[in-house]
């Protein structure tokens, strides 16, 4: 597991900017070192431990890129058709035969090795065939038109794949065209997740009087899950600081990652924060940002622990900018940063300056231009703000407000899910 020391977090200001948070996760939180290998079909969504460099050219061997007939192009005309014997024929999978070299033609289908002294392939289609058996080829192509020399995708020994790369099926196909059937990955993080509140309960109970359904710690376990990590689902803790702490402290002994949310605030009933102070650090943050300013940071014997604020919503912007990134970089994956899309806002807006805000929005085309429309209920609680809505507006700490027909950063829920 990976270890820090109990200050590791630590931080006096009173509210956290959001690049602080960043900063502080890139700088203190350490990747998982064990690794493992596995076979091509279970790579996806893997980070890759070492940078792999191409083993072989890709392609293999200079081939045509098209069905059609391969040249010497020195032996075209200078203008007008070239008439040409065709000599020999080439399939896909099968050697070059003999070399064929200037003054023939070369009947060729795609992926075929290029015949020895050929360097240029017509498309059958742009060709025509005469009666006698010879091939009439127009004027124009230029030399190397539709042949695919060895190496030209990727030459062998060159990196090919850096380490700490997610990957993705991109990625996997380049591996398996490389020859690549098994690659060295980082061990997946190990996350403990828990739910807070004497008030939650599991779905499929009966529901009782002032009682909610938990939700946080499916969202999160699902999130967690797509990002890569390997999730231990331990439930809900009630409102109780000896079992609270007893619970966490199991949790960090068996995990690269503890988090919960609820019960990060200041309130009588919220005990994360002592319980986490009773066995190891815990720097408290007020992150500058809306939803989701109460969000705590810390460290448990060793391993690092995130509470997240109770509101769903609020758990989802957290997500995006606090343990998104603290999960990448357990993980040993390279920082991929989220770069929003510029829309138009079709609503007025206004917050405080020295916290950045979320608001959700839905993306209507209008006149070719995406414009921005503002979810009728702002609460923090609205589950169905998220379900019915495409993504976040953001509003910058020092915006105070927004009016209709300006353009704003909209951030796509697909690029943080």
């Keep these: 597991m990976a270890q820090l020391s109990d200050d590791a977090f630590a931080f006096g200001g009173e509210l956290m ?49 098209v069905d059609g007939y391969a040249v010497a192009h020195a032996s075209l005309a200078a203008s007008g058709e070239t008439v040409l014997p065709v000599s020999g024929r080439i399939a896909a999978g099968h050697g070059a035969g003999h070399a064929a070299g200037e003054g023939v033609a070369v009947r060729i289908f795609t992926g075929a090795p290029m015949p020895v002294g050929c360097d240029t392939v017509f498309m059958q289609e742009d060709v025509r065939l005469l009666d006698d058996g010879r091939v009439s080829l127009p004027a124009g192509l230029k030399p190397g038109a539709n042949a695919r020399p060895k190496g030209e995708d990727i030459a062998r020994g060159t990196p090919a794949l850096p380490a700490g790369r997610r990957l993705d099926p991109r990625d996997v196909a380049l591996l398996g065209a490389l020859g690549v059937a098994e ?59 000896g079992e609270t702490g007893a619970r966490i402290l199991e949790a960090a002994r068996g995990h690269d990652l503890v988090v919960t949310s609820g019960g990060v605030s ?32 810390g460290v448990i014997e060793g391993t690092p622990f995130v509470g997240l604020p109770g509101n769903p919503v609020a758990v989802f912007v957290t997500w995006a900018h606090v343990l998104r990134p603290l999960v990448m970089k357990l993980a040993g994956s390279a920082a991929l940063p989220v770069m929003p899309q510029t829309v138009v806002s079709d609503f007025a807006y206004k917050k405080k300056t020295g916290r950045r805000e979320y608001v959700r929005v839905s993306l209507e085309l209008r006149d070719g231009r995406p414009v921005a429309v503002k979810y009728p209920v702002d609460g923090a609680g609205v589950v169905t703000s998220l379900t019915r809505t495409d993504g976040l507006v953001e509003l910058a700490e020092e915006r105070t407000s927004l009016a209709p027909g300006e353009e704003v950063a909209f951030l796509d829920y697909r690029l943080i899910l």
Excluded: Q
Aim: hydrophobic share 45%; with cysteine.
């Design 17 to 65: 900017r959001i690049e602080e948070g960043l900063a502080l996760v890139a700088d203190r939180v350490p990747a998982v070192t064990e690794t493992e290998i596995v076979p091509l079909t279970h790579a996806d969504g893997r980070v890759i431990a070492e940078e792999l460099a191409a083993p072989i050219d890709l392609p293999a061997f200079d081939n045509s890129a």
């Design 266 to 297: 200041t309130g009588e009933e919220d005990h994360v924060r002592a319980a986490l102070t009773a066995h190891g650090s815990l720097a408290f943050w007020r992150l500058a940002i809306k939803p989701g300013r109460p969000v705590a940071m």
């Design 183 to 241: 690659v060295t990955v980082r061990r997946r993080p190990r996350v403990a997740v828990f739910s807070t509140g004497d008030e939650i309960l599991e779905p499929g109970s009966p529901l009782a009087p002032a009682s909610l359904y938990d939700s946080n710690r499916f969202s999160l376990m699902a999130m967690l899950t797509r990002a890569g990590c390997e999730v231990t689902d331990l439930g809900i803790l009630k409102d109780e600081i």
